[in-house]
Protein backbone atom coordinates (compact mmCIF):
# COMPACT_ATOMS: atom_id res chain seq x y z
CA UNK A 1 0.00 0.00 0.00
CA UNK A 2 2.79 2.71 1.33
CA UNK A 3 4.35 2.07 -2.16
CA UNK A 4 1.42 2.44 -4.38
CA UNK A 5 0.60 5.32 -2.23
CA UNK A 6 3.58 7.22 -3.14
CA UNK A 7 3.43 7.77 -7.07
CA UNK A 8 -0.33 8.98 -6.62
CA UNK A 9 0.87 11.06 -3.67
CA UNK A 10 3.34 12.93 -6.24
CA UNK A 11 1.12 12.35 -9.58
CA UNK A 12 -1.19 14.26 -7.38
CA UNK A 13 1.04 17.14 -6.22
CA UNK A 14 2.26 16.59 -10.37
CA UNK A 15 -1.86 17.57 -10.89
CA UNK A 16 -2.43 20.49 -8.47
CA UNK A 17 0.68 22.50 -9.58
CA UNK A 18 -0.39 22.41 -12.96
CA UNK A 19 -3.82 23.48 -12.15
CA UNK A 20 -1.73 26.42 -10.18
CA UNK A 21 -0.67 30.07 -11.81
CA UNK A 22 3.06 30.44 -12.54
CA UNK A 23 4.73 31.79 -9.88
CA UNK A 24 7.65 33.84 -10.66
CA UNK A 25 11.05 33.72 -9.05
CA UNK A 26 11.17 35.44 -6.16
CA UNK A 27 13.33 38.21 -3.78
CA UNK A 28 13.41 38.49 -0.84
CA UNK A 29 11.49 41.34 0.81
CA UNK A 30 13.99 44.32 1.98
CA UNK A 31 14.70 44.41 5.77
CA UNK A 32 14.79 47.24 7.98
CA UNK A 33 14.89 47.08 12.27
CA UNK A 34 13.82 51.26 12.57
CA UNK A 35 11.81 52.50 9.42
CA UNK A 36 11.09 51.36 5.90
CA UNK A 37 9.51 52.48 3.01
CA UNK A 38 8.19 51.01 0.29
CA UNK A 39 7.58 53.39 -3.27
CA UNK A 40 7.43 53.81 -6.93
CA UNK A 41 10.93 55.71 -7.53
CA UNK A 42 14.53 54.67 -6.09
CA UNK A 43 14.94 58.54 -5.45
CA UNK A 44 11.72 58.99 -3.44
CA UNK A 45 13.98 55.96 -0.96
CA UNK A 46 16.93 58.11 -1.35
CA UNK A 47 15.22 61.38 0.22
CA UNK A 48 13.13 59.25 2.55
CA UNK A 49 16.68 58.07 3.99
CA UNK A 50 18.27 61.07 4.48
CA UNK A 51 14.54 62.34 6.73
CA UNK A 52 14.57 59.21 8.53
CA UNK A 53 18.88 59.92 9.45
CA UNK A 54 17.81 63.28 10.28
CA UNK A 55 15.17 61.96 12.89
CA UNK A 56 12.14 62.39 10.54
CA UNK A 57 9.46 60.26 12.13
CA UNK A 58 6.94 58.19 9.44
CA UNK A 59 4.94 61.48 8.39
CA UNK A 60 7.86 63.33 7.84
CA UNK A 61 9.13 61.00 5.69
CA UNK A 62 5.73 60.36 3.55
CA UNK A 63 5.41 64.02 2.99
CA UNK A 64 8.87 64.02 1.56
CA UNK A 65 8.22 61.12 -0.96
CA UNK A 66 5.49 62.77 -2.41
CA UNK A 67 6.55 66.03 -2.66
CA UNK A 68 10.06 64.40 -4.18
CA UNK A 69 7.14 62.44 -6.63
CA UNK A 70 6.17 65.48 -7.39
CA UNK A 71 8.87 66.65 -8.94
CA UNK A 72 10.50 63.26 -10.15
CA UNK A 73 7.02 61.53 -11.43
CA UNK A 74 4.55 64.32 -12.46
CA UNK A 75 2.51 61.64 -13.98
CA UNK A 76 0.99 60.34 -11.06
CA UNK A 77 2.99 62.63 -8.48
CA UNK A 78 2.54 66.20 -9.39
CA UNK A 79 0.64 68.52 -7.06
CA UNK A 80 -2.53 68.78 -9.40
CA UNK A 81 -3.79 65.62 -7.95
CA UNK A 82 -5.40 64.35 -4.95
CA UNK A 83 -5.26 61.20 -2.88
CA UNK A 84 -6.37 59.33 0.39
CA UNK A 85 -3.75 58.26 3.18
CA UNK A 86 -4.65 55.41 5.67
CA UNK A 87 -2.92 56.60 8.75
CA UNK A 88 -1.92 54.67 12.16
CA UNK A 89 -0.07 56.81 14.99
CA UNK A 90 0.05 55.47 18.23
CA UNK A 91 -3.05 53.09 18.86
CA UNK A 92 -5.87 55.17 16.32
CA UNK A 93 -6.64 54.54 13.05
CA UNK A 94 -7.63 57.30 10.37
CA UNK A 95 -8.42 58.18 6.79
CA UNK A 96 -7.24 61.54 5.52
CA UNK A 97 -9.27 62.10 2.03
CA UNK A 98 -7.39 65.19 0.24
CA UNK A 99 -9.17 63.90 -3.19
CA UNK A 100 -9.93 66.75 -5.96
CA UNK A 101 -13.19 68.44 -5.34
CA UNK A 102 -15.21 69.43 -8.36
CA UNK A 103 -15.20 73.16 -8.93
CA UNK A 104 -18.45 75.44 -8.11
CA UNK A 105 -19.52 75.79 -11.66
CA UNK A 106 -20.15 72.08 -12.47
CA UNK A 107 -23.00 69.93 -11.90
CA UNK A 108 -24.61 66.73 -12.90
CA UNK A 109 -26.09 67.32 -16.85
CA UNK A 110 -22.27 69.98 -16.96
CA UNK A 111 -20.94 66.94 -19.37
CA UNK A 112 -24.06 66.93 -21.56
CA UNK A 113 -23.49 69.68 -23.86
CA UNK A 114 -19.46 68.84 -23.63
CA UNK A 115 -17.30 66.88 -26.13
CA UNK A 116 -17.27 63.08 -25.72
CA UNK A 117 -13.72 63.36 -23.81
CA UNK A 118 -13.55 66.36 -21.98
CA UNK A 119 -13.91 64.86 -18.75
CA UNK A 120 -10.61 62.89 -19.51
CA UNK A 121 -8.83 65.79 -21.49
CA UNK A 122 -8.27 69.75 -21.56
CA UNK A 123 -9.52 72.32 -18.85
CA UNK A 124 -12.89 70.86 -17.79
CA UNK A 125 -11.26 67.56 -16.79
CA UNK A 126 -9.35 68.82 -13.78
CA UNK A 127 -10.92 68.81 -10.52
CA UNK A 128 -9.18 71.09 -7.88
CA UNK A 129 -6.16 69.51 -6.67
CA UNK A 130 -5.66 68.41 -2.74
CA UNK A 131 -2.29 66.83 -2.33
CA UNK A 132 -0.58 70.15 -0.96
CA UNK A 133 -3.35 70.67 1.70
CA UNK A 134 -3.32 66.65 1.92
CA UNK A 135 0.25 66.82 3.22
CA UNK A 136 -0.17 70.19 5.22
CA UNK A 137 -2.56 68.17 7.22
CA UNK A 138 -0.93 65.57 8.01
CA UNK A 139 2.19 67.52 8.83
CA UNK A 140 0.40 69.54 11.24
CA UNK A 141 -1.05 66.81 12.73
CA UNK A 142 2.11 64.53 13.11
CA UNK A 143 5.23 66.01 11.48
CA UNK A 144 8.19 66.34 13.76
CA UNK A 145 10.57 67.96 11.74
CA UNK A 146 10.41 71.47 10.33
CA UNK A 147 8.02 71.77 7.11
CA UNK A 148 10.58 73.82 5.81
CA UNK A 149 13.35 70.67 5.90
CA UNK A 150 10.96 68.77 4.34
CA UNK A 151 10.99 70.61 0.71
CA UNK A 152 14.65 70.74 0.29
CA UNK A 153 15.48 67.78 -1.15
CA UNK A 154 12.62 68.24 -3.48
CA UNK A 155 13.17 72.10 -4.18
CA UNK A 156 16.79 70.84 -4.90
CA UNK A 157 15.49 68.20 -7.45
CA UNK A 158 13.86 70.49 -9.28
CA UNK A 159 16.24 73.01 -9.51
CA UNK A 160 19.70 70.97 -10.26
CA UNK A 161 17.55 68.38 -12.11
CA UNK A 162 17.27 64.53 -11.93
CA UNK A 163 18.12 62.34 -14.44
CA UNK A 164 15.03 61.04 -16.46
CA UNK A 165 14.07 57.35 -16.32
CA UNK A 166 12.85 55.03 -19.65
CA UNK A 167 9.49 54.95 -17.75
CA UNK A 168 9.76 58.56 -17.36
CA UNK A 169 10.19 59.01 -21.00
CA UNK A 170 7.88 56.35 -22.06
CA UNK A 171 5.12 58.08 -19.71
CA UNK A 172 6.14 61.30 -21.26
CA UNK A 173 5.63 60.62 -24.82
CA UNK A 174 2.73 58.96 -24.44
CA UNK A 175 0.59 62.11 -23.44
CA UNK A 176 2.71 64.34 -26.30
CA UNK A 177 -1.15 64.40 -28.17
CA UNK A 178 -2.59 65.52 -25.25
CA UNK A 179 -0.71 68.32 -23.71
CA UNK A 180 -1.42 72.44 -23.56
CA UNK A 181 1.22 74.42 -24.82
CA UNK A 182 2.77 74.34 -21.50
CA UNK A 183 2.83 70.58 -20.99
CA UNK A 184 4.96 70.84 -24.25
CA UNK A 185 7.18 73.73 -23.23
CA UNK A 186 8.04 71.66 -19.98
CA UNK A 187 8.54 67.57 -20.51
CA UNK A 188 10.36 68.11 -24.18
CA UNK A 189 13.33 70.08 -25.16
CA UNK A 190 12.96 73.49 -27.44
CA UNK A 191 12.61 71.78 -30.57
CA UNK A 192 10.06 69.40 -28.94
CA UNK A 193 11.76 66.49 -29.52
CA UNK A 194 11.57 64.38 -26.25
CA UNK A 195 14.10 63.70 -23.44
CA UNK A 196 15.84 60.63 -23.77
CA UNK A 197 16.49 57.93 -20.87
CA UNK A 198 19.65 59.18 -18.15
CA UNK A 199 19.14 63.13 -19.47
CA UNK A 200 18.70 65.92 -16.87
CA UNK A 201 15.55 67.55 -17.08
CA UNK A 202 15.60 70.59 -14.71
CA UNK A 203 12.55 72.30 -13.40
CA UNK A 204 13.38 75.67 -12.10
CA UNK A 205 9.28 77.06 -12.06
CA UNK A 206 8.09 74.06 -10.66
CA UNK A 207 10.49 75.07 -7.35
CA UNK A 208 9.54 78.34 -7.60
CA UNK A 209 6.62 76.79 -6.36
CA UNK A 210 8.09 74.86 -3.74
CA UNK A 211 9.83 77.61 -2.25
CA UNK A 212 5.83 79.67 -1.84
CA UNK A 213 4.86 76.20 -0.48
CA UNK A 214 8.02 76.14 1.79
CA UNK A 215 7.71 79.23 3.10
CA UNK A 216 3.73 79.80 3.31
CA UNK A 217 2.59 76.85 3.61
CA UNK A 218 -0.62 75.03 2.17
CA UNK A 219 -1.44 79.14 1.59
CA UNK A 220 1.44 79.03 -0.34
CA UNK A 221 -0.47 76.37 -2.73
CA UNK A 222 -4.05 77.57 -2.66
CA UNK A 223 -3.87 81.36 -1.91
CA UNK A 224 -0.79 82.48 -3.69
CA UNK A 225 0.37 82.69 -7.09
CA UNK A 226 0.46 79.35 -7.47
CA UNK A 227 -3.32 79.14 -7.62
CA UNK A 228 -3.55 82.10 -9.75
CA UNK A 229 -1.36 80.77 -12.10
CA UNK A 230 -3.84 77.36 -12.34
CA UNK A 231 -6.63 79.52 -12.29
CA UNK A 232 -5.81 81.66 -15.03
CA UNK A 233 -4.20 79.15 -17.15
CA UNK A 234 -7.32 77.10 -17.13
CA UNK A 235 -9.69 79.87 -18.05
CA UNK A 236 -7.90 80.68 -20.63
CA UNK A 237 -8.22 77.49 -22.56
CA UNK A 238 -11.83 77.82 -21.26
CA UNK A 239 -11.79 76.32 -18.02
CA UNK A 240 -14.38 76.78 -14.78
CA UNK A 241 -12.60 76.79 -11.93
CA UNK A 242 -11.99 79.90 -9.82
CA UNK A 243 -10.19 81.21 -6.83
CA UNK A 244 -12.54 80.66 -4.64
CA UNK A 245 -12.79 77.04 -5.18
CA UNK A 246 -8.95 76.82 -4.14
CA UNK A 247 -10.08 79.36 -1.39
CA UNK A 248 -12.70 76.61 -0.30
CA UNK A 249 -10.57 73.56 -0.41
CA UNK A 250 -10.52 71.88 2.94
CA UNK A 251 -9.34 67.87 4.15
CA UNK A 252 -11.47 65.99 5.32
CA UNK A 253 -10.34 63.19 8.36
CA UNK A 254 -12.33 59.70 7.70
CA UNK A 255 -13.19 57.30 10.19
CA UNK A 256 -11.79 53.94 8.35
CA UNK A 257 -14.15 51.18 7.31
CA UNK A 258 -12.75 48.16 8.72
CA UNK A 259 -13.33 44.37 9.28
CA UNK A 260 -12.55 41.47 11.29
CA UNK A 261 -11.58 38.54 9.18
CA UNK A 262 -9.00 35.09 10.20
CA UNK A 263 -8.37 36.93 13.34
CA UNK A 264 -7.15 40.24 11.83
CA UNK A 265 -8.77 43.64 11.32
CA UNK A 266 -8.48 45.42 8.28
CA UNK A 267 -8.97 49.26 8.58
CA UNK A 268 -9.62 50.67 4.75
CA UNK A 269 -10.94 53.29 3.18
CA UNK A 270 -14.48 54.87 3.58
CA UNK A 271 -16.41 56.60 0.78
CA UNK A 272 -15.52 58.55 -1.45
CA UNK A 273 -13.54 55.67 -2.00
CA UNK A 274 -15.71 52.19 -2.66
CA UNK A 275 -12.96 50.19 -1.50
CA UNK A 276 -13.73 50.10 1.93
CA UNK A 277 -17.29 48.84 1.19
CA UNK A 278 -16.14 46.45 -2.22
CA UNK A 279 -13.79 44.78 0.43
CA UNK A 280 -15.95 44.25 3.02
CA UNK A 281 -18.69 42.66 1.15
CA UNK A 282 -16.17 40.65 -0.54
CA UNK A 283 -14.56 39.36 3.06
CA UNK A 284 -17.97 38.26 4.13
CA UNK A 285 -18.51 36.55 0.37
CA UNK A 286 -14.77 34.88 1.23
CA UNK A 287 -16.18 33.49 5.01
CA UNK A 288 -19.50 32.60 3.33
CA UNK A 289 -17.68 30.63 0.97
CA UNK A 290 -15.07 29.31 3.38
CA UNK A 291 -12.57 30.17 0.36
CA UNK A 292 -9.58 30.42 2.31
CA UNK A 293 -9.24 26.28 3.03
CA UNK A 294 -9.10 26.36 -0.88
CA UNK A 295 -5.22 25.75 -2.34
CA UNK A 296 -3.89 29.04 -3.53
CA UNK A 297 -3.79 30.15 -6.89
CA UNK A 298 -5.27 26.83 -8.02
CA UNK A 299 -7.75 27.37 -10.70
CA UNK A 300 -10.60 26.51 -7.89
CA UNK A 301 -9.97 29.07 -5.58
CA UNK A 302 -9.02 31.42 -8.26
CA UNK A 303 -12.85 30.34 -9.63
CA UNK A 304 -14.62 31.27 -5.86
CA UNK A 305 -12.16 34.60 -5.73
CA UNK A 306 -13.40 36.15 -9.33
CA UNK A 307 -17.18 35.03 -7.99
CA UNK A 308 -17.10 36.76 -4.84
CA UNK A 309 -15.14 39.71 -6.59
CA UNK A 310 -17.96 39.90 -9.33
CA UNK A 311 -20.49 40.41 -6.62
CA UNK A 312 -18.62 42.52 -3.91
CA UNK A 313 -18.61 45.37 -7.22
CA UNK A 314 -21.75 44.81 -8.10
CA UNK A 315 -22.87 47.41 -5.21
CA UNK A 316 -20.05 50.08 -6.33
CA UNK A 317 -22.65 51.63 -8.10
CA UNK A 318 -25.00 53.01 -5.09
CA UNK A 319 -21.82 55.07 -3.88
CA UNK A 320 -20.94 58.74 -3.78
CA UNK A 321 -19.19 61.41 -1.78
CA UNK A 322 -20.77 60.90 2.10
CA UNK A 323 -21.47 64.58 2.14
CA UNK A 324 -23.66 64.63 -0.31
CA UNK A 325 -24.97 61.00 -1.05
CA UNK A 326 -26.24 58.86 1.84
CA UNK A 327 -24.14 55.15 1.44
CA UNK A 328 -26.10 52.00 1.89
CA UNK A 329 -23.06 50.45 3.47
CA UNK A 330 -24.93 48.25 6.18
CA UNK A 331 -26.65 46.98 3.39
CA UNK A 332 -23.89 46.09 0.61
CA UNK A 333 -21.81 44.25 3.36
CA UNK A 334 -24.99 42.61 5.24
CA UNK A 335 -25.95 38.98 4.80
CA UNK A 336 -29.17 39.89 3.81
CA UNK A 337 -27.90 41.27 0.30
CA UNK A 338 -24.86 38.99 0.41
CA UNK A 339 -26.15 35.28 1.56
CA UNK A 340 -28.55 34.65 -1.45
CA UNK A 341 -26.19 36.08 -3.91
CA UNK A 342 -23.51 33.72 -2.18
CA UNK A 343 -26.13 31.01 -2.51
CA UNK A 344 -25.71 30.84 -6.13
CA UNK A 345 -22.35 30.29 -6.73
CA UNK A 346 -21.65 27.25 -8.56
CA UNK A 347 -18.46 25.39 -8.02
CA UNK A 348 -18.41 24.39 -11.53
CA UNK A 349 -20.27 27.11 -13.12
CA UNK A 350 -19.45 30.56 -13.37
CA UNK A 351 -22.39 32.60 -12.16
CA UNK A 352 -24.78 34.63 -14.31
CA UNK A 353 -25.41 38.18 -13.13
CA UNK A 354 -27.83 40.32 -14.75
CA UNK A 355 -25.50 42.30 -16.88
CA UNK A 356 -25.65 46.71 -16.34
CA UNK A 357 -23.67 47.07 -19.67
CA UNK A 358 -20.63 45.45 -21.80
CA UNK A 359 -18.48 48.09 -22.73
CA UNK A 360 -14.92 47.49 -23.75
CA UNK A 361 -11.80 46.74 -21.56
CA UNK A 362 -9.64 49.72 -20.49
CA UNK A 363 -6.23 49.86 -21.35
CA UNK A 364 -3.30 49.58 -19.03
CA UNK A 365 -2.82 52.82 -17.06
CA UNK A 366 -0.17 54.11 -14.93
CA UNK A 367 -1.27 57.28 -13.15
CA UNK A 368 -1.85 56.31 -9.48
CA UNK A 369 0.62 55.02 -7.17
CA UNK A 370 0.97 54.25 -4.02
CA UNK A 371 3.81 54.87 -1.30
CA UNK A 372 3.99 52.75 2.45
CA UNK A 373 5.85 53.78 5.27
CA UNK A 374 6.07 52.05 8.44
CA UNK A 375 8.19 52.26 11.70
CA UNK A 376 9.16 49.60 14.11
CA UNK A 377 6.38 50.20 16.52
CA UNK A 378 3.97 50.08 13.62
CA UNK A 379 3.09 53.55 12.86
CA UNK A 380 2.22 53.14 9.45
CA UNK A 381 0.90 55.92 6.81
CA UNK A 382 0.02 54.52 2.86
CA UNK A 383 -0.47 56.78 0.95
CA UNK A 384 -2.18 56.39 -2.54
CA UNK A 385 -2.02 59.44 -5.27
CA UNK A 386 -3.39 60.18 -8.57
CA UNK A 387 -4.12 62.33 -11.36
CA UNK A 388 -5.94 59.76 -12.71
CA UNK A 389 -4.90 59.83 -16.04
CA UNK A 390 -1.44 59.65 -17.02
CA UNK A 391 -0.47 63.38 -16.21
CA UNK A 392 -4.40 63.66 -16.03
CA UNK A 393 -6.22 66.06 -18.04
CA UNK A 394 -2.62 66.74 -20.24
CA UNK A 395 -2.96 70.27 -18.95
CA UNK A 396 0.03 72.72 -17.25
CA UNK A 397 -0.40 75.73 -16.05
CA UNK A 398 1.72 78.39 -17.30
CA UNK A 399 4.12 79.93 -14.83
CA UNK A 400 4.32 77.15 -12.38
CA UNK A 401 4.55 74.37 -15.21
CA UNK A 402 2.36 72.26 -12.34
CA UNK A 403 0.42 68.77 -14.11
CA UNK A 404 -3.41 69.05 -13.26
CA UNK A 405 -5.45 65.63 -12.72
CA UNK A 406 -8.66 64.83 -14.86
CA UNK A 407 -10.02 63.71 -12.02
CA UNK A 408 -13.82 64.86 -12.93
CA UNK A 409 -13.86 61.64 -15.17
CA UNK A 410 -14.36 59.56 -11.91
CA UNK A 411 -17.92 60.63 -11.51
CA UNK A 412 -20.59 59.48 -13.28
CA UNK A 413 -20.55 61.91 -16.06
CA UNK A 414 -22.74 60.26 -18.69
CA UNK A 415 -25.06 57.61 -16.66
CA UNK A 416 -24.78 54.19 -18.48
CA UNK A 417 -21.54 54.96 -19.69
CA UNK A 418 -18.76 53.12 -19.09
CA UNK A 419 -15.89 56.11 -17.65
CA UNK A 420 -12.33 55.26 -18.72
CA UNK A 421 -11.20 52.40 -16.16
CA UNK A 422 -14.82 50.92 -17.66
CA UNK A 423 -16.94 51.23 -14.57
CA UNK A 424 -20.24 52.39 -15.13
CA UNK A 425 -21.70 54.50 -12.24
CA UNK A 426 -24.56 55.04 -10.46
CA UNK A 427 -26.40 58.28 -9.35
CA UNK A 428 -24.90 58.62 -5.91
CA UNK A 429 -21.50 59.64 -8.00
CA UNK A 430 -23.28 62.38 -10.16
CA UNK A 431 -21.18 66.16 -10.46
CA UNK A 432 -21.70 68.16 -7.77
CA UNK A 433 -20.41 71.45 -7.12
CA UNK A 434 -17.93 71.23 -4.06
CA UNK A 435 -18.19 67.05 -4.27
CA UNK A 436 -15.72 64.71 -4.49
CA UNK A 437 -15.51 61.59 -7.10
CA UNK A 438 -16.08 58.15 -5.88
CA UNK A 439 -12.22 56.49 -6.15
CA UNK A 440 -11.31 53.14 -5.99
CA UNK A 441 -7.94 54.09 -4.43
CA UNK A 442 -7.59 52.07 -1.35
CA UNK A 443 -4.51 52.64 1.63
CA UNK A 444 -5.13 49.42 3.64
CA UNK A 445 -4.02 48.62 7.21
CA UNK A 446 -3.77 45.30 9.21
CA UNK A 447 -3.82 45.15 12.68
CA UNK A 448 -4.11 41.90 15.23
CA UNK A 449 -4.90 42.77 18.92
CA UNK A 450 -4.52 46.93 18.30
CA UNK A 451 -0.76 45.87 16.52
CA UNK A 452 0.26 46.89 13.18
CA UNK A 453 0.45 43.64 10.86
CA UNK A 454 0.83 44.97 7.44
CA UNK A 455 0.27 48.17 5.72
CA UNK A 456 -0.49 47.84 1.77
CA UNK A 457 -1.59 50.00 -1.12
CA UNK A 458 -2.01 50.16 -5.27
CA UNK A 459 -2.00 51.76 -8.48
CA UNK A 460 -4.41 50.75 -11.35
CA UNK A 461 -8.05 52.23 -10.97
CA UNK A 462 -10.46 49.84 -9.95
CA UNK A 463 -8.04 47.26 -10.19
CA UNK A 464 -6.31 48.85 -7.19
CA UNK A 465 -9.09 47.14 -5.04
CA UNK A 466 -8.58 43.87 -6.35
CA UNK A 467 -4.60 44.14 -6.05
CA UNK A 468 -4.61 45.53 -2.02
CA UNK A 469 -7.16 42.45 -1.71
CA UNK A 470 -5.09 40.04 -2.75
CA UNK A 471 -1.87 41.14 -1.76
CA UNK A 472 -2.40 41.00 2.11
CA UNK A 473 -5.02 37.84 1.35
CA UNK A 474 -1.80 35.87 0.14
CA UNK A 475 -0.39 37.08 3.63
CA UNK A 476 -2.71 36.49 6.16
CA UNK A 477 -4.35 33.77 4.62
CA UNK A 478 -2.21 31.91 2.16
CA UNK A 479 0.94 32.29 4.37
CA UNK A 480 2.96 33.91 1.62
CA UNK A 481 6.12 36.35 2.73
CA UNK A 482 5.32 40.29 1.65
CA UNK A 483 7.53 39.60 -1.55
CA UNK A 484 6.16 36.38 -3.00
CA UNK A 485 2.41 38.13 -2.04
CA UNK A 486 3.17 41.03 -4.57
CA UNK A 487 4.66 39.09 -7.20
CA UNK A 488 2.09 36.25 -7.13
CA UNK A 489 -0.28 36.33 -10.05
CA UNK A 490 -3.50 38.27 -9.84
CA UNK A 491 -7.31 37.95 -11.10
CA UNK A 492 -9.60 40.89 -11.19
CA UNK A 493 -13.31 41.33 -11.69
CA UNK A 494 -15.02 44.20 -11.43
CA UNK A 495 -18.75 43.21 -11.76
CA UNK A 496 -19.13 44.69 -15.41
CA UNK A 497 -17.63 43.53 -17.73
CA UNK A 498 -18.80 40.47 -16.65
CA UNK A 499 -14.94 39.15 -17.61
CA UNK A 500 -12.56 37.49 -15.15
CA UNK A 501 -9.07 39.16 -16.14
CA UNK A 502 -5.89 37.02 -15.42
CA UNK A 503 -2.70 37.95 -14.79
CA UNK A 504 -0.50 39.00 -18.46
CA UNK A 505 2.32 38.39 -16.38
CA UNK A 506 1.76 35.04 -14.99
CA UNK A 507 -0.17 32.87 -16.36
CA UNK A 508 -1.12 29.39 -16.64
CA UNK A 509 -2.75 27.86 -19.49
CA UNK A 510 -4.36 25.26 -17.36
CA UNK A 511 -5.88 26.90 -14.70
CA UNK A 512 -7.19 29.51 -17.58
CA UNK A 513 -8.54 26.38 -19.82
CA UNK A 514 -10.37 25.18 -16.41
CA UNK A 515 -12.08 28.24 -15.42
CA UNK A 516 -12.99 28.87 -19.29
CA UNK A 517 -14.59 25.51 -18.57
CA UNK A 518 -16.67 26.77 -15.75
CA UNK A 519 -17.86 29.40 -18.04
CA UNK A 520 -16.01 32.33 -16.98
CA UNK A 521 -15.27 35.28 -20.10
CA UNK A 522 -11.37 35.06 -19.68
CA UNK A 523 -8.86 37.63 -21.00
CA UNK A 524 -5.01 38.43 -20.24
CA UNK A 525 -4.89 41.30 -18.93
CA UNK A 526 -2.76 44.01 -16.54
CA UNK A 527 -2.95 44.03 -13.08
CA UNK A 528 -2.78 46.64 -10.48
CA UNK A 529 0.67 47.77 -9.09
CA UNK A 530 1.10 47.66 -5.75
CA UNK A 531 3.77 47.94 -2.57
CA UNK A 532 3.75 46.78 1.28
CA UNK A 533 5.44 46.68 4.41
CA UNK A 534 4.84 43.29 7.07
CA UNK A 535 6.12 43.83 10.35
CA UNK A 536 6.99 40.48 11.18
CA UNK A 537 6.81 38.43 14.48
CA UNK A 538 10.43 38.91 15.28
CA UNK A 539 9.87 43.10 15.37
CA UNK A 540 12.00 43.16 12.02
CA UNK A 541 9.94 45.20 8.56
CA UNK A 542 9.67 43.46 5.95
CA UNK A 543 9.08 46.16 2.32
CA UNK A 544 8.52 44.96 -1.01
CA UNK A 545 7.59 46.34 -4.60
CA UNK A 546 5.60 45.19 -7.14
CA UNK A 547 7.93 43.95 -10.04
CA UNK A 548 5.27 45.06 -12.60
CA UNK A 549 6.66 48.01 -12.13
CA UNK A 550 9.70 50.38 -11.39
CA UNK A 551 9.74 51.21 -7.41
CA UNK A 552 11.99 49.79 -4.89
CA UNK A 553 12.09 49.26 -1.15
CA UNK A 554 14.51 50.20 1.90
CA UNK A 555 15.05 52.45 4.72
CA UNK A 556 16.86 51.38 7.79
O1 LIG B 1 -9.53 57.25 -7.82
C1 LIG B 1 -9.56 56.35 -8.64
O2 LIG B 1 -10.11 55.29 -8.46
C2 LIG B 1 -8.81 56.56 -9.96
N1 LIG B 1 -8.71 57.96 -10.23
C3 LIG B 1 -7.47 55.89 -9.89
C4 LIG B 1 -6.74 55.96 -11.19
C5 LIG B 1 -5.59 55.03 -11.28
O3 LIG B 1 -5.35 54.23 -10.41
C6 LIG B 1 -4.81 55.12 -12.53
N2 LIG B 1 -3.63 54.34 -12.55
N3 LIG B 1 -3.02 53.46 -12.45
Request: net charge positive; aromatic share 8%.
Amino acid sequence: MQSQGVPMKSQLLTLVLSLCFFTPALAIPEKGHKIMVAAPSHRAIEVAQKVILRGGNVADVAVAVELTLAVTSPYYGSLGGGGFAMIKMGEQVEALDFREKAPTATGPSFYKDKEAKASINGPLAVGIPGIAAGLWALHKKYGKLSWRSLLKEPIKLAENGFRVSGDWVKLTKRTKPRFNESGIQSFFKKDQSSYKPGEVLKQPRLAKALRLLQKRGHKGFYQSSVSTDIVESMQKLGGVMTQKDFDDYSVRWLKPVTRDFLGHTVHMMPPPSSSGVVTSALIRLLEILEVPKKTPLSAEELHYLGESLKIAFRGRTELGDPDFHKNPIAYLTSDEYLKPLAKKVRKKRSLKLKPLSSKQIPKQSSETTNFTVMDKDGNTIVMTITLNGNYGSAMVSDRYRIALNNEMDDFTTRPGKPNMFGLVQGAGNYVQAGKRPLSSMSPTILTKNGKTVMGVGAAGGPRIITSVFQTWYRVISSGFDVDKALQSPRVHHQFLPNTLFYDEVYNSPDAVSLLKKKGHTMKASWMGKANAIVLNKEGLLEAAHDSRVEGSAGGI
